[in-house]
Structure formats: structure tokens, C-alpha cells
């Protein structure tokens, strides 16, 4: 029997050539399959500026970085990975978990109680959870109504839009980041990017990918240092004026991660057609509940379901196991961010966060990725309905 994870990649044999390509290549990094995969991300999103990197974690950072200053507050999920709130942490900002709207996004609404509240809350880490982009009319408000540094965690909704914009495009963010692992939309392996409308900004962030280093002469600090008395620029000079990492994509990652954006419109179009079949399933038989009604606009990385455990007669534990031995994953997205050990004991805990304290009781993710057969899918929802004792 063919075990279902919950997400993998699609790779075929058009990935393995492009990356063979660059192995008999000149550049393995820092080569022109970088630039052209962030013209592919560009073009794709609607951002002027793409920056790949060799994770979202990174990307994460380094838009923390750009932004956050020491001691300020943002706003994040309690429902996104980690990685979204350490950003935060990594740039000397403090984390403040904002409760979700019942369908997993957080709560704009509540985010204005909050930014009320606190005028020490300077920017807002906002997570397309599952892939269904964040409504950017009301984010685009709460910008400029407390004037916040907007970043959107879009490693979920690559391919997902909201009023004709696409994820990613930062239509309102000042930055927005990607994830190409494996389980995401695309992937490189590891990697992942920010994008941005602002030069400034695209600036800072390709600068803290190589060491904060600029070989860009307009920008020179020390110009005595940097040109000769001809005012001629010395062809050895670079500056480092900001303490950067070295973040970089290698151009094997980005010859598959180019080859994958021309498959990601057929990827998503298929996540779409599998939750539909997921909805229909569940709306006939009922005991199991998508987080949301079908909404075209999501990506669909995850397909989230929620469920009364008590009324399908057993633990979320015992159903793990069961789909395990009938070799299905599942998996939980998230255990909430506040409830993760470092977190608790810096005193963080699900007091204020009712919505998403019921929503991490009831949750669980089924598989969702788009090599997925219609036979894979129909196994997955016979063998949910098969195993509850009702
Ligand atoms: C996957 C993911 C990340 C991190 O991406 P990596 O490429 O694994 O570092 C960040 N945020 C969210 C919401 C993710 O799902």
C-alpha cells in the first residue's frame, strides 16, 4: 500500500534536466539562474523586486531586520510556524499573538483593539494561513491607520490573490516572503524569497543576503577609500555597512526553482480541484469540517479540517494512528506559537486567544499536494469515514 503524506513536491523530468544543466555549467552560485528566477518570481507575484534566499526563514529575517527596530512590538498570529514569530525575536522585536478569525487568519478586527490599545505596536507579521490570502482592503486600513510595517508570510498562498492581486505581489506589505520547501507550492530543495515595491528596501534586503556588503559605488561610504585622486573607482573596493549573512541560493536550487514556476498555475489549479472533491465529501457525510467554505482564491497548501473529537468517538491521537496504519499522514497546523515551549516560559500562554485555542483543539490537516490521483483522494476520505467509530 502506497503511503499519502500530508504534502510533497512534483518533480519530473523537466526539474532533472534543468538542474543538470547548471551542473555542466560555469556558475553553480550566484550564476544568471538566480536573477532569472526571481524575474520568474517577480513576474508571477507582481512585486518589482524579488530576492531569492536559501530559506523563508531567512527571507524572514532579513524582512525583520529591514524593518523591526529593536524593542518594538508586532503584531503576529498565534496560528502560523514558528518561523514567523522567531523573525521577530531574531530582530530584537517583541512578538504580541493578536487571536484568529474562526476560518485561521488573524483577526484585523481585533488587531485594531489591540493597536488601540498599545501604541508600542509598530508592524504586523500577517500569515496566509492554508493559503487563503488575508483580506487586503482591511490590512491596507490598519496600515494606514496606525501607520504599521506590514510583512506578509505568503509560504502558504504562492498562486492565491485577493481582488485581482496576487500573493506575494505586496500590494500593501512594504515586503512579503516565500518558502520553497518541498511541501510549498515550489520548491528548490530549501529556499525561499522576499519581495518588495521598494527599491529602498530590495536594496537592504540584497545587501543582509551577502554579509551586508555593497559593491554598488553610488552607495560608498568612505569615498577617499573608495575612488583615486582621478575620482576612478578602485576595481578591488567593496563595503560592508550592515551586519549581513550569507543567505545566498545556490543556481542549482534556482534552475529547479524556474523550472517549477512554469508548472505552479497547473499545481494550484489542482490543489483547487482537490478540495473541492475534500468539500463535497465532507458536506455529504458531515463529522468532518473544512476550515473554510471553497474559496478560489486560496492556494491550498493545507486543507485543514475541523472536528468535534468526542462526537466522532475517538482521541485525535487514536485517529493519527489509525490513518497511519492505513497509511494516510496527518499532520497539525500549528500547535499555537504561544504554546511552544520557549515561548511559555518568556511568559506567553493562549489566555487571550480563545478563537485559536478552539481552533488548535479541533484541527487537523489530511493530505494535499497536486501528484495527488483522484483514487489517492477518494482512500483518504473512505478511510476517515471508515475508521471513526459513529
Ligand atoms: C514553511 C514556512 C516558513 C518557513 O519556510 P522555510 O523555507 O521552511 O524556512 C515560514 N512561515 C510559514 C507560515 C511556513 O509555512
Redesign the pocket.
Known sequence: MKFIPYGKQSIDQSDIDAVVEVLKSDFLTTGPSVENFEKSISEYTGAIYATAVS??????HIAALTLIKPGEKVLVSPI??A??SNAVLYAGGIPVFADIEPEGNIDFDICVEMLRADSAIRHIFV???TGRPVDQDKLRQLKEMFDLGVVE?C??SLGGEFGGHMAGGCDVADMS?L???P??HVTTG???AVTTNSERLHRKVQALRTHGITRDESEYQFRNLAFDINGNVNPWYYEMQDLGFNYRITDIQCALGISQMKKLDGFVARRREIAQAYDAVFAKNGYFVPLYDYDRRSAY?LYVIQTNFDAVGMTRAELFNKMRENGIGLQV??IPVPMLPYYAEKGYNMNDLPTASKYYERCFSIPMFPAMSDDDVRRVTDTLYKIISI
Not at 530559506?55 to 524572514?60: N, P, Q, R, W
Open positions: 530559506s523563508g526563514t531567512a527571507a524572514l502560523t510556524f518561523a514567523t500569515t496566509h494561513m508570510d509560504a502558504h516572503i518558502s520553497f520547501h511541501v510549498k530549501e529556499g525561499g497548501h497546523h500549528y
